[in-house]
């Protein structure tokens, strides 16, 4: 049965009527139309669902909406407002670093990963501004790639790493 949800998401509070059971993913895909967390494989298992709540990441296509309370929830499109909060900018840059990095190492292929790989390298960036190759490949375990572009993601997270922390590649 149908009930009514306030969620936050990208910083904003949304209203939706749905079954607590309703997967996250779902919610955010056709209730709120976001286009970031994608349909891979429904079984948390690729993470191209991936979204953060409270900071940590979580598979929206397991999820049920009836979980969530008021935890914030941030996807893709939202990335870049949590680095401005967490860095307290006082402007919110286009793109999350990573995000910039990933179009820099042109670390996407086919799209699949790059949602999860995305937000869950933003995560460790939030948690370890300077991780080592072997920190980056523990925290990124479980997502998956398709088109085999982990070196170019790998790349990327190091860029996105030394640009937050003053660097200048």
């Known amino acids: 049965m149908s009930q009514d949800f ?3 998401v990208n910083g904003e509070t949304k209203a939706v009527r749905v079954d607590p059971d309703t997967p996250l993913l779902y919610v955010l ?20 669902c991936s979204v953060l709540v409270d900071g940590v990441e979580i598979r929206s296509c ?8 008021a935890r914030k929830i941030t996807t893709l499109e939202g990335l870049a407002g949590l680095y401005a909060e967490q860095k307290k900018l006082p402007t919110k840059p286009a ?13 996407m292929h086919c799209g699949y990963c790059y949602n999860g790989m995305t937000v869950k390298g933003a995560e460790l960036l939030s948690q370890n501004t300077k991780p080592s190759d072997a920190q980056i490949r523990a925290h990124m375990d479980g997502h998956l790639c398709r088109c085999g572009t982990y070196p170019r993601v790998m790349k990327a997270i190091k860029l996105a790493a030394n ?5 200048k590649l």
């Open 6 to 8: 306030r969620i936050s």
């Open 95 to 107: 793109l999350h670093p990573l995000q910039q990095a990933f179009i820099d190492e042109q670390s």
């Open 29 to 48: 895909k056709n209730e709120l139309e976001l286009k970031g967390p994608r349909f891979g494989c429904g079984l948390a298992q690729c993470g191209s």
């Open 62 to 69: 397991v999820t049920p909406i009836g979980d969530i309370g």
């Open 163 to 167: 640009r937050m922390s003053g660097g």
